[in-house]
């Protein structure tokens, strides 16, 4: 009797192992499956990051949107720069001799190395100095005391020229406007801080109240 029982217990046993066995392997069969379907639609996905994973690469190779480009042409020195195309600017004189360009320059009269933050034109007492665009006259010095005597012209775009080392003509008075090419006044004798340069006209640019440099306006220095 007790061998039977023993018998029946093991019949048990093994059923029970059987059907953990075959839960398990039921298990396992789910997990696959599950992971497989899960699996495949990511493996359609096309990654945008990865070269030709966007439709619009074709269009737009790199993947961009345009957007930073639009971007970099707004941040590309605006203040600095006028809409005025360079060529509508005429010579302040007659003659384009440059004696002294925009740079790191040796300033005899003052012994001593420093920047030059405009470009001097060559000539002699007299010689007539005219506005290179229209503009309202907003300065004129004619009683400099080192003879730095000055005419200060403001145009559009944010363009403002300085004319150095002239003498007014008669009658021009601040507030008074002026055309491109119109004569405001000569080249004085030489005076104040660029005596030892001899006669000429030192020619000044700022836009929006940053000097800038003549030539980049004017574009008579040969490069």
């Known amino acids: 009797m007790k061998e039977e029982n023993k018998k029946n217990k093991k019949k048990i046993l093994l059923t029970y192992l059987i ?63 006028p809409t005025l195309s360079p060529d509508k600017f005429v010579l302040p004189v007659a003659s384009a001799t440059v004696s002294t360009k925009y740079d ?6 003052l012994d001593r190395y420093c920047v030059h933050q ?31 005597n000055y005419i200060t012209i403001s145009h559009a775009n944010g363009i403002e ?18 055309k491109r090419g119109e004569t405001i006044g000569v080249i004085a004798t ?3 801080m660029e005596m030892k340069q001899g006669d000429h006209l030192h020619f000044e640019i700022s836009v929006n109240g940053k000097t800038a440099d003549p030539d980049t306006y004017l574009d008579i220095i040969e490069k």
């Open 19 to 81: 059907l953990a066995a075959c839960l398990l392997v039921i298990a396992a069969v789910t997990v696959t499956v599950v992971l497989t379907v899960t699996r495949k639609p990511a493996d359609n996905i096309i990654d945008s990051n990865q070269p030709g994973g966007d439709k619009d690469d074709d269009k737009n190779p790199g993947g961009n949107t345009g957007d930073d480009d639009d971007n970099n042409g707004d941040d590309d020195n605006k203040d600095d720069q």
């Open 190 to 192: 030489a005076a104040g």
């Open 161 to 178: 020229t300085t004319y150095k080392y002239i003498t007014a003509k008669e009658n021009l008075k601040e507030g008074d406007t002026v």
């Open 104 to 109: 790191f320059v040796y300033d005899e009269t």
């Open 118 to 148: 405009g470009m001097d034109f060559a000539g002699k007492a007299g010689d007539s100095v005219s506005s290179v665009l229209d503009g309202k006259v907003t300065k004129i010095v004619s009683d400099h005391i080192l003879g730095e």
